[in-house]
């Protein structure tokens, strides 16, 4: 079980996510579906903040069997990052079966590199362990 606390950023994240969801309850009328934009901020919450389902589940008052299907079904959506004018950057994000192994190398600027292997599915951390690489971390 995952009892870390949120950091600044996932805690903003859950923050905006909760605003759009009580916006939504509030201005509905009848019993609607939870619309597929809804549903991606709350999937974003686990595929790029990391959260655990359980955390956006509790957070945003959704089923936590429903959330994880929607996850499942939801690819991550687009990860702008700032250009850089005195580097060129290539990311490739893919979506990759549950059972598939999985090489990321990632190299800032400054020459630093990271290598991670994963065997079955790659934490959705990584991608903040590589923003933290590539925003020039010592």
Known sequence: MNNQPLTNEQSAALEKAQ????N???S???R???SDNLWQTAADLY???GMSINKIARG???NYTALKEKIIDMPPAEINLPADDESSMFIEMVSL???SNCVIE???KTGIKMRMCFNGRADPAVISLGRYLLAGAP
Do not use: C, D, M, V
Not at 19 to 22: A, D, H, P, V
């Open 97 to 99: 079966p549950e059972s």
């Open 28 to 30: 509905k009328t009848g």
């Open 60 to 62: 945003l008052g959704l």
């Open 32 to 34: 609607p579906r939870i």
């Open 47 to 49: 595929h790029i903040q």
């Open 19 to 22: 605003q759009l969801f009580s």
């Open 24 to 26: 939504w309850r509030n």
């Open 106 to 108: 990632i190299e800032n």
